[in-house]
Structures are given as C-alpha cells and as structure tokens.
C-alpha cells in the first residue's frame, strides 16, 4: 500500500510538467513583421503618380522624361530643365517678387522664390522632376479635349505639350506647363519615341564593312 501511495504522489508531482511542456509545444509562433503599405505602394513617379498619368491619358504618343539637371539664369529668373532627350527651354521669367510695394518686401519674395529654386535643383538631382510631353494636333475648337491652340483650323500644324512636375515633401507641384512646343524644335530621337510620322521611317544602318 505504501509502493501504491508513493507512485501516485509521483504521478501527481510529474502531471504539471506535462502539461507544461503541452503548453508549450501549441504555443503559436510569432508573427512574421510585414513590410509597411508605404514600402509596398512606392511609385516610380512618387506623389506625381495620379498627375503625371492624368497629362498622359494613356496616349502612345506620351513619355514621362527625368529631369536631370535644372538650368538656373538667376539674373532673368529663367528655368531649363535637362532631360536624356534635350532641354525644355526655358521657362516665362519669374517676376513675382515685383508685386512688393517696399524694397523689403519684395527682396522677402526674391529670397523665397530663390529658395523654390534651390529645392527644385535638388529635386531634380534627387529624381523627383519629370518633363512629361504629348504629341497633339489641336485647332481652335479644342476637339481632342485639351488645350487650344491659336492656329488657323485648315493648317492642322502637329505640335507637343509639355508639364513639368516634381515631387517635394510628399506633394506633386507644376512647376512649368509649356503649351504648343514646335515639333521642330525637338530633338528627331524624341520626336520618333513621340510617334511623329512626319519623319518617316528611321535610317537603316549601313552593314556593309568598309574597303
């Protein structure tokens, strides 16, 4: 009787480390840390997405150019952006700070624009600027739904626009819309990635070896 009592005080005593060691063994694992929804929802043209895709309207006939370098003349208050395929040309002069009815005043506004400027440059070196450019046709009447140009409605002359935008502390900012660029005034490789037919087909590289 006594083996009989000492066996089951060894039953009672061992019955908690079994169920401690169960206990342990359907413990869930921890959760695997998740990347957050920012990281995952990046886009390649940041907070421009929506606008920079609302300009192009899914046309063909659209590209959306990094800005690489900005051109600054800080005397006329000019801007011209640098893309792979040329420059914009440069920008309508900034005179705002003439609103000012003091010398103070408007030297305040001339120190503030020539920030914009200075954060603009680091936008662009950072790859926060695009110069994003459509080819169009448009007469007087506006027919495809953009901006009207003042031309005669038999000449159909073809022509681009572009809009400039960057993206700074998570906000999309226009910085300059240009409004029926020449077609000649682009350069023919990207006048050919905008689908200008005028051009005609590119040249055929000549394979023959040389004499």
Request: aromatic content about 4%; glycine content about 6%; some cysteine.
């Amino acid at each position: 009787m006594v083996r009989g009592f000492i066996l089951a005080v060894a039953c009672i005593a061992i019955l908690p480390l079994g169920v401690e060691a169960a206990t342990r063994t359907k413990r869930p694992a921890p959760e695997r840390a998740q990347p957050s929804p920012s990281a995952l929802s990046q886009d390649e043209f940041r907070s421009c997405d929506v606008a920079v895709r609302d300009f192009v309207q899914g046309r063909k006939e659209a590209t959306a150019l990094p800005v690489k370098d900005v051109e600054v003349d800080a005397l006329r208050m000019t801007l011209n952006f640098v893309h792979p395929y040329g420059k914009s040309g440069d920008t309508p002069p900034n005179l705002s700070f003439t609103r000012g009815e003091s010398i103070e005043e408007r030297r305040k506004a001339l120190n503030e624009t020539k920030q914009r400027i200075r954060t603009l440059v680091e936008a662009a070196k950072s790859g926060n600027v695009w110069y994003v450019i459509a080819l169009s046709r448009e007469t007087m009447d506006g027919s495809d739904g953009r901006r009207p140009v003042n031309v005669q409605p038999d000449e159909g002359i073809p022509s681009a626009s572009a809009v400039v935008m960057a993206s700074i502390e998570s906000k999309c900012i226009t910085v300059s819309d240009y409004k029926a660029i020449p077609l000649t005034s682009l350069s023919e490789d990207l006048r050919r990635m905008l689908g200008d037919r005028s051009l005609g087909p590119p040249p055929v590289a000549d394979s023959t070896p040389p004499p």
